[in-house]
């Protein structure tokens, strides 16, 4: 009987052993996947971050050219109105200058 209670404690024990020694490699490789998902989350947040920023560039550059639009067309409209104003005074000096 000692015989046979020793050899069941003893492979008893060893199962034990080897049921612990699996549960870390399992729990070494958990917390692997788990570091590596964490490493994958933080690049998705920052390519979303990234996503953000070019979307608000986008829009201040939208607005830039909206504002260099209205800047263009009023330089446009000063140069008709002052092109209007100014063909009468080059007439005059045309007209002033002695003719050869």
């Known amino acids: ?18 049921a612990y020694l699996k549960k870390d490699v399992i729990l070494d490789a958990l917390i692997k996947y788990s570091i590596d998902i964490d490493r994958i989350n933080n690049t998705v947040d920052d ?7 070019v979307k608000d560039k986008i829009k201040q550059t939208k607005e830039t050219l909206a504002e260099t639009k209205e800047t263009f067309n009023e330089l446009s409209s000063d140069i008709s ?16 200058l002695p003719h050869e």
């Open 81 to 96: 109105d002052y092109s209007t104003e100014i063909k009468p005074i080059v007439d005059q000096i045309k007209n002033d």
């Open 1 to 18: 009987m000692k015989k046979f209670a020793f050899r069941f404690l003893l492979i008893a024990g060893t199962l034990a052993g080897i």
């Open 47 to 53: 390519v979303i971050d990234k996503a953000f920023t």
